[in-house]
């Protein structure tokens, strides 16, 4: 196949069925290694070296053993999806780019934005609303428009890019989107809208490169798994159109370990093979790697949730049941004091009255319960911290004496524990909370509003109202290192990021196609 597929015209017939693939091959062909990022939700190190050990992960271990491996790789707060899809490919933290998390209050628009955490939640916002965020507002608007994705600057450079199954997508092309006629029957949403997205655009059955509709059914979540994000990627490989950059997703892993655990290995094993079908393409794997660079990573970790509910899940209705807590169902209330808004293992509480309800008071009381770890908010240009299992104060900003691994400068007063930072002269080293200073300043000068960001500590959970829960199972959203850190492979270049971080990976990502 790889032989015809170069010597005897089969570029010839793609440019006649294809008229996208024909263009990338005929006008933006890549001048160097196209570039291929492989994002396995919630891969993590500990459960991947186990399955290496034991033979489950052929592929990857065939990678990390042509390439370098780095184990602690830094994922932005919270540790949601949208927020850390959007700094990998924007090279901002949320402070820049807009997305708060999974779940926040916009104070514009006056009401909660969630872009799909669990069905009891979603039908009270309502339905249309919901999916209208998820699939529109999120890259359409709720992005800064201040900050450039990689794929809007790559085809400013008039350079091809494609993203298969990346929740985050903003780009300069418009694709129509298929629309499920149940959607647009239902609800208000045009069955002619489109997205701006990379010049290649997959997104489960809504858009395609490959025209098959396998894969693509309700019960396989309309086309959004691993088995659709391998099908559109080989459609690109077989057809001889991979444009420089390429970001794929392959999003099953997350659900089991949800489930099962931090160390479920069948989900990294299943994984696994569907990378396998993708350098099975190529006539040896090693050719796989001479002819691409090829990046895999996690995109956020997942902590242990205790077997136990009433010790693993922290219910914050009832610790601030004292006060009248918006009901999602019903909206913003005149009377209300408090909004949540949970992304899992973290939440922002958010007050509606900021003089007479002030973000001390619902802090003190936060900080008697000890399966909460930090507990913050902004006052002025500095941040406040408090923990629910440690005494003490402490206070941060930027612009300080004090300098950090990641060549970032702080102001530091107060008790320093209670973010795990050690001090050495002006050095600060973090312990527990990788980049715990600026992925928390980040989150907290991300959206306009009062309120603060509360974290729990690895074996719980927090909730509110109609929140999922994981008993037994694994969570995310945390600024502990458990949610916060994510192996990432590099192989087919000697090159690296300057920095482990993924706030870091665009602009280096940049330089390897430059």
Aim: glycine fraction near 8%; charge should be neutral; charged fraction near 25%.
């Amino acid at each position: 196949m790889c032989f015809l597929r170069k010597y005897y015209g089969y570029n010839h017939r793609i440019e006649k069925g294809d008229p996208i693939l024909a263009n990338t091959i005929r006008q933006n062909r890549p001048q160097g290694k196209p570039v291929i990022m492989l994002v396995i939700d919630t891969l993590m190190d500990s459960p991947l070296q186990e399955a290496v050990k034991t033979g489950k992960a052929k592929a990857l271990k065939f990678l990390m053993e042509h390439g370098q491996y780095y184990h602690k790789f830094v994922a932005p707060f919270p540790t949601m999806s949208v927020n850390v899809d959007t700094t990998l490919l924007t090279g901002t933290y949320c402070n820049q780019h807009g997305i708060p998390g999974l779940v926040w209050f916009s104070k514009e628009e006056k009401r909660l934005i969630n872009y799909g955490t669990h069905y009891r939640e979603l039908f009270k916002l309502g339905m249309g609303q919901a999916i209208e965020d998820f699939l529109f507002n999120l890259n359409e608007k709720h992005i800064s428009h201040k900050v450039v994705t990689i794929h809007e600057e790559l085809e400013n450079r008039g350079r091809d890019s494609a993203s298969i199954n990346a929740l985050v997508y903003r780009g300069n092309t418009a694709h129509p989107l298929n629309l499920p006629k149940i959607l647009t029957t239902f609800t208000n949403i045009d069955k002619n809208r489109s997205a701006k997205a990379s010049k290649l655009f997959s997104f489960g059955r809504f858009s395609k490169l490959h025209p098959s509709n396998r894969y693509q059914y309700f019960w396989k979540k309309l086309g959004v798994n691993d088995a659709s994000s391998v099908l559109q990627l080989s459609h690109l490989i077989n057809n001889n159109a991979l444009p420089c950059f390429s970001i794929v997703y392959l999003p099953e892993l997350d659900q089991r370990i949800h489930k099962n655990g931090r160390m479920d290995l069948k989900g990294i094993e299943k994984a696994d093979k569907q990378l396998q079908k993708i350098f099975n393409l190529y006539d040896t794997w090693e050719k796989a790697l001479e002819e691409n660079i090829w990046i895999v990573l996690g995109d956020n970790g997942q902590a242990w949730v205790g077997p136990e509910r009433g010790e693993a899940i922290i219910d914050l209705r009832n610790l601030l049941g004292r006060y009248r807590i918006m009901q999602i169902a019903k909206g913003i209330q005149p009377t209300d004091e408090l909004v949540l808004a949970v992304n899992d293992r973290m939440a922002y509480i958010y007050t509606m009255d900021r003089e007479n309800l002030p973000l001390q008071e619902i802090a003190k009381i936060l900080q008697k319960d000890d399966r909460i770890d930090v507990i913050a908010w902004k006052t002025g240009r500095n941040i406040e911290v408090r923990s629910g299992g440690l005494r003490g104060e402490f206070m941060f900003g930027p612009e300080g004496e004090y300098h950090d691994q990641y060549g970032q400068s702080w102001f530091l007063q107060g008790d320093q524990n209670l973010l795990n930072l050690s001090v050495s002269g002006k050095e600060i080293k973090y312990g527990e909370y990788p980049d715990a200073l600026a992925r928390l300043y980040s989150c907290l000068l991300s959206h306009k509003g009062d309120f603060l960001v509360v974290s729990a500590r690895p074996g719980h959970e927090i909730i509110g109202e109609g929140s999922p829960v994981h008993i037994g199972g694994a969570g995310h959203g945390g600024l502990h290192e458990q949610d916060s850190v994510v192996p990432i492979i590099i192989t087919g270049t000697d090159s690296s990021p300057p920095y482990l971080r993924m706030v870091d990976l665009k602009k280096w990502i940049l330089s390897l196609i430059d």
